[in-house]
């Protein structure tokens, strides 16, 4: 498989959209709302800025959006999300529906930072020094040519809800696991199963080694060099002024955190973990989030009752996601209006299907 797999129609966004009033925006893009009626459907990640999740018919994690729209009838879907997202929209919905990512630089680093070519040169060297004892698994959070790997061999996708359920099911298939892209996700997991910290490997993947003390016989995990540039700028420190400052104050963090702050915080979970429990929290309650900042702010305004602070004051939105603004949203849907496939994301046939392969195994699990 090459980066080629994938292609897509690029252009860039026409400076008269930048250059116009917010209020014509708006205005605009519930007049085109209005009238393509059920042939659009926008879903939006729970990332994105208030100026666009305003006009998503349904709001969620990756996985969930991608599925709510293959339950759509709308010949356009407008993710308002990411790039390897809208890879598992196209993946996931027929070949009737169009997948339309408003901005195409609107990309994952954490994605990015596992590649077909290195994963299949990972895999040679791996299987070189293990044999067959290893199953891949891939966070959802990765592009369609890495769940294709995963799914031609036999492993399957992960999403930080059911990540032990599948860690559980991934030992059961084999002695060993590589765990793509996020090295925190997998390590966080893993620990909770009581695998111990001595039986982890990180596979480097720019130096091509893999990095380990020890017999190579007791490693059982090989976690992916890869993060979220976002969640891994929570640090222990911010935990230890949020206890030192705010003392009633629970601390409830994302996996793809630090080992360290998820040992070190209350809670951990997904997005939707962290939403339900602050959602389910007594009035009076104080919370500090470590995840993304548009999310907490957003559970911030909705939740008044609760006193509700980021673990890290200084963190900044998710700098890819914020590119999917209303400029950008309203010449999407402009485009679409006209029949246009500006900025379709297509996954050409053999890695889809081969990545479904992937996300199919984990959906039997569920």
């Not at 059982?220 to 030192?244: A, M, P, Y």
Request: charged share 20%; proline share 4%; with cysteine.
């Amino acid at each position: 498989m090459s980066i080629a797999s994938l292609f897509t129609t690029h252009q860039q966004l026409p400076n008269k959209y930048q250059q116009m009033d917010e209020n014509e925006m708006k205005e605009r893009i519930a007049t085109i709302k209005r009238q393509m009626g059920h042939s659009l459907f926008i879903p939006g990640h729970h990332y994105q800025k208030d100026e666009v999740i305003q006009f998503a018919d349904a709001r969620g994690d990756s996985l969930q959006l991608a599925q709510v729209s293959a339950q759509q009838s709308a010949k356009y879907i407008v993710f308002c999300g990411v790039h390897f997202m809208a890879e598992t929209a196209d993946v996931l919905t027929n070949d009737q529906q169009k997948v339309i990512l408003p901005d195409m630089r609107a990309g994952c680093s954490m994605a990015d930072m596992a590649d077909d070519q290195q994963t299949e040169e990972a895999w040679e060297t791996l299987t070189g020094y293990f044999g067959d004892t290893i199953l891949p698994l891939t966070y959802v959070n990765s592009t369609a040519a890495i769940k294709a790997f995963v799914g031609v061999h036999g492993g399957a996708t992960v999403t930080s809800s059911n990540a032990k359920k599948m860690v559980k099911w991934a030992f059961e298939q084999k002695q060993r696991l590589l765990f793509l892209p996020d090295q925190h996700l997998g390590r966080n997991t893993a620990v909770e199963l009581g695998v111990p910290l001595e039986q982890m490997a990180v596979w480097d993947p720019i130096a091509k080694q893999l990095e380990y003390e020890g017999n190579r016989e007791d490693v059982r995990i090989i976690l992916w060099k890869g993060h979220c540039s976002v969640h891994e700028n929570f640090t222990v420190n911010n935990i230890k002024q949020v206890r030192e400052n705010h003392p009633n104050m629970n601390i409830i963090v994302h996996p793809e955190c630090t080992y360290e702050v998820v040992q070190q915080s209350d809670q951990s979970g997904s997005t939707k973990y962290i939403i339900e429990t602050i959602k389910n929290a007594p009035a009076g309650s104080e919370w500090a989030i470590g995840t993304e900042m548009n999310l907490v702010n957003r559970i911030i305004k909705e939740h008044p009752d609760k006193r509700i602070i980021s673990l890290n004051p200084f963190m900044c939105p998710c700098l890819t996601m914020n590119r999917i603004d209303l400029p950008h949203l309203l010449w999407s849907l402009e485009e679409v209006q006209q029949n246009k496939s500006t900025n379709q994301i297509k996954v050409e046939n053999n890695i889809a299907t081969n990545a479904k392969l992937a996300l199919n195994r984990m959906l039997s699990q569920s």
